[in-house]
């Protein structure tokens, strides 16, 4: 005899939904959890990493700024022999009245120097519409001069480039397409180097988000004399500050923002010298996150920079360069 079958009844039907409806929402829950998570732990990563490379290129060049291969002590006009480097068209003119790429006069030479962009004039050699428009404000610029610490034959020399050529006591500066190479004795030839960087503000995809990014400009033997590149998104803020020794006794009486630095501080007039930096550098997403609300300050020197509620992440990164260079007269 065949047994009667019978399904669920509706009662048991609700309490299986319930309980399903309980087991997907839990499920849907930990999605989404872990999908924000995965979202902000990517962003962080991304503000890390751009960050770093930020404070890595600027350090690298920090460190270097000043070094003039076999040339003991400053880079001076009078301690060039002979200079076939002159200012081209595009050149980068900071203020002060020897501060362009090369030494022109018996001043000093500011091999560095840094300002707060308060207009679109700050520099000459941003003087493409692109750049200019879009020059981010309240943001330092800074200017570093050196030679690569690696001396090149004069086989290996690149027409596009400018080169110093140096002893102990003395130097020439020329193009990479000088025809004959100048002679110096007991000297070696190093690829002269001069490097702005500043903020500038880009508009990217159809979503027309302003996204700030990190600019360089590198000294070429061509016109314009400077050309820019993007270096790295998302940095938003500069912020320099210069230990200063004002005693000549190689140890920092104070530390002052670009603002704030006198021209005998950048000159080295009477004996005084730039032995640090101190540089912040503020990274924001390239992107909001409509789920995140920013409501932090953040101190850059001595400047703070409020994020007023808005929906980017940001991460602060600061760091202490000691310019080695400057403290040394004689190798």
């Known amino acids: ?90 050149e980068c003119f900071g203020l002060g009245g020897n501060n362009g790429s090369f030494p022109q006069d018996a001043s000093g030479f500011r091999s560095i120097w840094a300002t707060e962009v308060s207009s679109e004039d700050m520099l000459d050699c941003i003087n493409n519409a692109d750049y200019k428009s879009t020059l981010a404000f309240n943001s330092d610029i800074i200017q570093i001069k050196r030679v690569l610490g690696v001396p090149i034959a004069p086989v290996n020399l690149n027409k596009s480039r400018y080169y110093l050529q140096s002893n102990i006591t003395s130097a020439n500066l020329f ?4 025809d004959p190479v100048p002679t110096l004795n007991a000297s070696r030839i190093w690829e002269y180097q001069h490097h702005i960087y500043y903020i500038r503000e880009d508009d990217i995809g159809s979503t027309g988000e302003v996204v700030p990014v990190l600019m360089q400009g590198r000294l070429q033997n061509a016109d314009p004399a400077i050309t820019f590149n993007m270096l790295v998104e998302g940095i938003e803020k500069l912020n320099f500050m210069f230990g200063i020794d004002t005693d000549a006794d190689g140890v920092i009486n104070a530390y002052m923002p670009s603002g704030n630095m006198l021209a005998d501080y950048w000159d080295g007039a009477n004996g005084i010298r730039i032995l640090a930096v101190k540089m912040h550098v503020l990274v924001r997403a390239i992107r909001q996150d409509f789920n995140y609300e920013n409501n932090n300050v953040y101190q850059l020197g001595d400047e703070s920079f409020d994020a007023n509620g808005d929906h980017y992440r940001r991460l602060l990164f600061s760091s202490t360069v000691s310019l080695h260079n400057s403290r040394v007269d004689r190798w």
């Open 175 to 178: 193009p990479g397409d000088v």
């Open 1 to 90: 005899m065949l047994k009667k079958q019978q399904g669920f009844t509706l009662i048991e039907i609700f309490i299986a939904l319930v309980i399903g409806l309980f087991i997907i929402g839990g499920t849907l829950s930990v999605f989404v959890g872990l999908k924000s998570t995965t979202t902000e732990t990517s962003s962080m990563g991304e503000l890390q990493e751009n960050g770093r490379f930020a404070v890595s290129i600027l350090t690298d060049d920090l460190l270097r700024q000043d070094f003039w291969g076999d040339l003991s002590g400053q880079l001076s006009f009078e301690r060039l022999i002979t200079s076939q480097a002159a200012p081209a068209t595009g």
